[in-house]
């Protein structure tokens, strides 16, 4: 356990990930019901990344996701009545009922976007720290993107330009080992996606994803680097989605699409990044098991009422549909 880090942050860290995860279960369950429509890409398993590297920023420093960005929103403090009505696609939604689940967008809390195309949030995010210095707010911009992101020439065009520039932009890589069913070693050379950065003149560390704890630190150090104007950092964080590329699938029932072998998805389940931090802050008193119940039925509460909330709102008006969207 860290001695630095206040027992309000290491709550805090506990709260978040577990609302990611049994928000994210609740979606799942709810795809299985047919009563959410969208396809939704489920962050089961990543939660930590979100959540540690998310509790380092400031409200008004951005962040760009991807097509698995649930836990993006809610870490960086969405409100989730407004995400469970966007899933179900409804106008109350954070996007107006038009994006989806891979569309999400909370501008009021620095997420500026999720575009689902692989690779996409990295440029914009540093277009976005490009922007922050030149008009002087000390804003720092941050891009989640999967290992597969880094197979695209975007990847090293931005790193080199936010290098160039020394621009105010943190890269983490949510390294979980596939691009869709392709293992990682099936698609790359050198597996070691934080020794890119060799390359570009910029730090590249590679961490454990699944230790909420050491994302903070890492994430901290990047983010006053950035500030203080010394340039990108890229980060990989090792991790593993306990849940199918898309959708509800868990590996269990026998009519998945999923390749992975069922003793490598055991073996990071038995790493729970929600359940290693829930077991050490009961082991050291910053926890209690009431305090633990009170948390639980605090977020079940919460999520059951994003849920009603969304089934009672409406779908968007059909003359609705045109406005807020843009062709090229």
């Keep these: 356990m860290a001695n630095d880090i206040s027992k309000e942050i290491l709550v805090k860290m506990y709260e978040t990930m577990l609302l990611i995860r049994r928000f994210e279960e609740r979606v799942g369950e709810l795809v299985l019901k047919g009563?959410?429509?969208?396809?939704?890409?489920?962050?089961v398993g990543e939660e930590a990344i979100a959540t540690g590297a998310c509790l380092t920023l400031k409200n008004e420093d951005y962040i760009f996701g991807n097509h698995r960005s649930h836990g993006h929103y809610i870490a960086k403090g969405g409100d989730i009545k407004k995400l469970m009505a966007e899933i179900f696609c409804k106008e109350t939604g954070c996007s107006k009922?038009?994006?989806?689940?891979?569309?999400?967008?909370?501008?009021?809390?620095?997420?500026?976007?999720?575009?689902?195309?692989?690779?996409?949030?990295?440029?914009?995010?540093?277009?976005?720290?490009l922007s922050s210095t030149i008009k002087g707010t000390n804003q720092i911009s941050v891009s989640f993107f999967g290992d597969g992101a880094t197979n695209e020439g975007v990847f090293y065009e931005s790193l080199n330009f936010a290098s160039l520039k020394k621009l105010p932009?943190?890269?983490?890589?949510?390294n979980n080992f596939y691009s869709t069913h392709m293992p990682i070693n099936k698609i790359?050379?050198?597996?070691?996606?934080?020794?890119?950065?060799?390359?570009?003149?910029?730090?590249?560390?590679?961490?454990?994803?699944?230790?909420?704890?050491?994302?903070?630190?890492?994430?901290?150090?990047?983010?006053?680097?950035?500030?203080?104007?010394?340039?990108?950092?890229?980060?990989?964080?090792?991790?593993?989605?306990?849940?199918?590329?898309?959708?509800p699938d868990d590996n269990i029932?026998?009519?998945?699409?999923?390749?992975?072998?069922?003793?490598?998805?055991?073996?990071?389940?038995?790493?729970?990044?929600?359940?290693?931090?829930?077991?050490?802050?009961?082991?050291?008193?910053?926890?209690?098991?009431?305090?633990?119940?009170?948390?639980?039925?605090?977020?079940?509460?919460?999520i059951e009422e994003a849920v009603e909330f969304a089934r009672k709102s409406s779908c968007p008006k059909e003359e609705e549909l045109l406005k807020d969207v843009f062709k090229i």
């Excluded at 009563?35 to 962050?43: A, D, F, G, V």
């Excluded at 932009?169 to 949510?174: A, D, K, Q, R």
């Excluded at 996606?193 to 003149?201: D, L, V, Y």
């Design 169 to 174: 932009v943190v890269f983490i890589c949510e």
């Design 253 to 302: 029932q026998g009519t998945h699409t999923d390749i992975r072998p069922r003793e490598e998805l055991d073996s990071w389940k038995e790493r729970c990044p929600v359940k290693g931090l829930e077991k050490n802050l009961l082991e050291q008193g910053v926890l209690s098991e009431s305090a633990k119940r009170q948390i639980i039925e605090k977020i079940e509460k919460e």
């Design 97 to 129: 009922g038009k994006g989806g689940s891979m569309h999400v967008v909370a501008p009021e809390s620095g997420l500026l976007g999720t575009p689902p195309i692989v690779a996409a949030s990295i440029p914009i995010a540093v277009g976005a720290a």
């Design 35 to 43: 009563e959410i429509k969208t396809p939704c890409h489920l962050y």
């Design 188 to 247: 790359l050379a050198d597996t070691n996606i934080s020794k890119k950065a060799e390359g570009f003149n910029m730090p590249g560390i590679q961490i454990d994803g699944n230790n909420v704890i050491e994302v903070f630190q890492a994430v901290q150090e990047a983010t006053e680097r950035a500030r203080e104007g010394n340039g990108p950092t890229l980060l990989e964080c090792l991790t593993y989605r306990w849940r199918g590329h898309v959708g």
